[in-house]
């Protein structure tokens, strides 16, 4: 629905006076705390009267089972008694500012083994900020999911130098290879391109405005206390850069603790990293992240072209977390980073021109960003938040001019919560900055201000919950965009949730794509304006307990119209220009997930349909959606004692995928990926050993990942579709302390 500029102002002005006006005298909070909620369920009824007990505090359940303790900030160890029943014990992390709910299950008896014990506790749940109404995973209509701290803690170990794996085993998300020479991705979500994930730390836009600012290599996972994810477009709550979804790396707050990780891996690859963290006082302390890794060229096939790209690579990021007696928090991050990789021919292989063709990055990236937060007396609080990027690139494609671009982004938000016991509703006002620049290609360089304002609400009737998001966006080349989205939670039996969300999303038109990033803008011409993408977007989902799992059922569509896909250009020979496709591109799915937890550990099952179609830019034929794995199957087994061992195997089995200007086959082969984790723990010393790719599959033994003649844009390679690197195993030793 089209809004006129001086509209949207007018909105972002009166959100901003909502902000300065409504501003009240601050309610008291505990500093450095968070709140618990313990549920206690019974099939008798008998939910009042259990004792709960932590950290030298109590409190008794209610008649409706909840037990309310307000925590120190932390890992606690909570018990459940009451006579006649079973005793119950479970961890909880409490996070500071935040609720954490857990829900257990009594059954009678007079006395509890551990191991039974345990086996009766539930996953706690932790207040998601991604949605902006900061509610429970559970209780907000708009689907979060959640990768929990031990997730992470078990990637972390696997891959300490980026969130690649992370983020590639999470049903509906997928790391896509960009550029093959030089090992650069991006994540796909719902199998929709990765221009169109918006990536946030902690809230805040460190990264950039688009996946091509950002490798998901260069995160590292080991300060991540958890990762939200919002599947689906978002820019009702985020603006046009989240069309297809959001992903938000939420950090560990510090602790005092502290860890050191080393990292040896076969190819040439070693990493480390360091996290540490010191409290000057109950409600202020610091952390410091440090990361580090190099890897050798790796030519596995001895083709002359390097499967594994030389790199060499580091990153800082300090933060400072603060909080008083009356509950103001102030959270302030700084990063910095360098990334130089050289890809491409090994050797004198593969020549152009006479000079072989390699490929090379550099990149040099930092960022600042920062939020505020005030509870007020009245209910809710007003929050600020700003964050400032800036990265610059220089890419070499064989003996031609390196190409030299900047990114340069800038973010300012306010923000009004009001919350009352059935309803959030939140305001805000936001202006954003994107400039880009390439010194080789000025046709996609454009400096954007875009002011913009949103309101997001959530109101609950009984076992129903309803949400609502309307966001509009003044921007200077896409025009004013309104963008909106609808959610609905229904609960109709204890343990069991029914969500459904339609909502709408835009991007303005860049040259920024998933497909030049792998050839670079020199050999991309602009003949014709683009115009911007508009998505509109539905989801299903189904969430409960069955025959001993946690199951959680998914069907999504997306229809995205004029979408910005990369053509030929008659009559030039290694040209290309984008343009705006003729007709909608259209994805759908199925997701489907089951965990069963027992004492020692847990397992997790998998099940992804996707299927997608879009038309070619050039001849106007609808054609499946390269890239888009049809049927994927996957089971991760783990088991754990903590603090002394761990062990697990996973696999997945991903089907044919199309392929587009692919010289040997229309459709991938399918395969099994198969990896295995064994761990120990002594002291304060962690061993692990990791293995990858256990069936050593590898592309290259299929087809040659050099094109026999130059692609689109002069591309020297096709797709990747499969693991390049073949098998995998690396070591890696972990010392934690105070």
Avoid: C
Wanted: no cysteine; glycine share 12%; net charge positive.
């Amino acid at each position: 629905m089209p809004l006129s500029r001086s509209t949207a102002l007018a909105v972002l002005s009166f959100a901003a006076l909502m902000f300065v006006g409504l501003a009240a005298p601050l309610r008291a909070q505990p500093a450095d705390s968070g709140r618990v909620h313990v549920i206690v369920e019974e099939s008798m009824g008998m939910r009042s009267g259990f004792l709960v007990q932590a950290a030298g505090r109590s409190a008794t359940t209610d008649s409706s089972g909840i037990a309310r303790l307000t925590l120190p900030s932390g890992r606690q160890l909570v018990t459940v008694t009451r006579t006649g029943f079973l005793p119950l014990r479970l961890a909880v992390l409490v996070v500071r500012d935040s609720l954490v709910t857990s829900k257990v299950t009594a059954s009678m008896g007079t006395s509890a083994t551990d191991a039974e014990a345990m086996s009766t506790m539930a996953m706690p749940e932790v207040r998601v900020s991604a949605t902006r109404t900061e509610r429970l995973a559970g209780e907000t209509p708009i689907r979060v999911e959640v990768v929990d701290e031990m997730e992470v803690d078990e990637k972390t170990l696997m891959a300490p130098s980026g969130i690649s794996m992370l983020l590639n085993e999470t049903p509906g998300l997928r790391v896509q290879a960009t550029a093959p020479g030089l090992g650069t991705g991006s994540v796909r979500i719902l199998g929709l391109p990765g221009e169109y994930t918006l990536m946030l730390a902690d809230g805040l836009p460190l990264y950039g405005a688009s996946a091509s600012a950002l490798g998901p290599l260069d995160v590292s996972p080991v300060d991540l206390q958890r990762v939200e994810i919002i599947k689906g477009a978002a820019s009702a709550l985020y603006g046009g850069q989240s069309l297809g979804g959001v992903i938000n790396l939420v950090s560990k707050p510090p602790t005092g603790n502290k860890e050191v990780l080393l990292n040896r891996r076969t190819m040439g690859v070693t990493d480390a990293a360091t996290w540490l963290s010191h409290r000057f006082s109950k409600g202020v302390g610091v952390s410091l992240l440090g990361t580090g890794t190099t890897q050798s060229a790796q030519d596995l096939d001895n083709d002359g072209w390097a499967d594994q790209a030389r790199a060499r690579r580091w990153s800082v990021r300090p933060r400072l977390s603060a909080v008083d007696s009356r509950g103001r928090s102030l959270f302030v991050t700084a990063g910095a980073g360098h990334d130089d990789r050289t890809g491409g021919a090994v050797g004198n292989a593969f020549t152009v021109n006479g000079a072989p063709f390699r490929e090379a990055l550099r990149s040099d990236r930092a960022d600042v960003g920062g939020t505020a937060r005030i509870p007020l007396q009245n209910g809710g609080s007003a929050s600020l938040r700003f964050a400032v990027a800036n990265t610059a690139r220089g890419r070499t494609f064989g003996a031609g001019a390196r190409e030299d671009d900047r990114t340069t982004t800038g973010f300012l938000e306010t923000t009004r919560t009001f919350e009352g016991s059935t309803r959030v509703f939140v305001v805000g006002g936001v202006l954003q900055f994107d400039q880009y620049r390439n010194a080789l290609n000025r046709s996609f360089d454009h400096r954007w201000l875009v002011p913009g304002a949103f309101v997001t609400t959530e109101q609950k009737l009984g076992p129903v919950t309803l949400s609502g998001s309307v966001r509009a966006d003044a921007h200077p080349d896409a025009g004013t965009q309104l963008t909106e989205r609808v959610a609905l939670l229904v609960s109709p039996a204890p343990g069991w949730s029914l969500r459904g969300s339609v909502g709408t999303g835009y991007t303005a038109p860049t040259g920024r794509t998933e497909e030049t990033e792998a050839i670079g803008l020199r050999a991309v011409r602009a003949t014709r304006a683009l115009d911007p993408e508009r998505s509109l977007g539905a989801m299903l989902d189904v969430n409960g307990s069955l025959v001993g799992a946690e199951v959680l059922l998914t069907a999504y569509g997306s229809r995205i119209a004029d979408a910005v896909q990369l053509g030929e250009v008659a009559g030039a020979v290694e040209q290309a220009e984008l343009r705006n496709a003729s007709a909608p591109t259209r994805v759908g799915g199925v997701e489907a997930l089951a965990v069963w937890r027992f004492a020692a550990g847990k397992f997790i099952a998998n099940y992804g349909y996707a299927q997608g179609s879009r038309t070619d830019v050039a001849s106007g034929v609808r054609e499946a959606l390269p890239l888009l794995t049809r049927h994927r199957v996957g089971g991760d087994l783990m088991i754990e004692r903590p603090g002394v061992y761990r062990w697990g195997i996973e696999g997945t089995w991903f089907g044919a995928q199309p392929l587009d200007d692919n010289p040997f086959r229309t459709a991938s082969k399918p395969y099994v990926y198969m990896m295995a984790i064994v761990g120990r723990q002594i002291g304060p010393v962690e061993l692990i050993a990791n293995f990858e790719n256990l069936l050593n599959v590898r592309q290259t033994d299929t087809d040659p990942l050099v094109r026999p003649t130059p692609g689109l844009g002069g591309r020297r390679t096709t797709d990747v579709w499969a693991p390049l690197e073949g098998f995998m195993a690396n070591v890696a030793v972990r010392y934690r302390w105070k």
